[in-house]
C-alpha cells in the first residue's frame, strides 16, 4: 500500500512541475480542498529546474493539456534511461 502513496505524491508533485494548472491538479488527485493540492505546488516551486529536451518535445507533440502531462510523465522515463545508459558508457558502474 505504501508504494501506491508514494507513486501518487511523486505524480502529484511531477504534474505540478511540468505546469498543470492547481484546480485541474486538485481534481485529478481527488482532494477535497486546494490547500491539500497547493503543497504539491509549493514542493515543485521549491524545486524547479529545467526540463530535460525529452520532456519538452513531448510537451510540444500535444495540444490537449490533459495528454499533454501524460506524455510528459511518460517521455521521464525515457530521460532516466539515457542518463543511466551515459554513465555506463563512461564506464562508471549503475546501481541496480
Same mark, same amino acid.
Given at each position: 500500500?505504501?508504494?501506491?502513496? =508514494? ?26 480542498? =486546494? ?19 525529452? =520532456? ?41
Amino acid at each position: 500500500m505504501r508504494y501506491w502513496h =508514494i507513486v501518487r505524491h511523486s505524480f502529484g508533485t511531477h504534474a505540478a512541475l511540468f505546469g498543470v494548472n492547481p484546480w485541474r491538479l486538485q481534481t485529478w488527485m481527488c482532494h477535497k480542498r =486546494i490547500d491539500e493540492t497547493m503543497l504539491y505546488v509549493h514542493v515543485a516551486e521549491a524545486h524547479a529546474r529545467e526540463l530535460p529536451e525529452c =520532456i519538452q518535445q513531448a510537451a510540444l507533440s500535444e495540444v490537449d493539456p490533459d495528454r499533454r502531462v501524460l506524455k510528459m510523465l511518460g517521455a521521464r522515463g525515457s530521460h532516466v534511461a539515457a542518463a543511466a545508459g551515459s554513465n555506463n558508457n563512461t564506464g562508471e558502474m549503475s546501481a541496480a
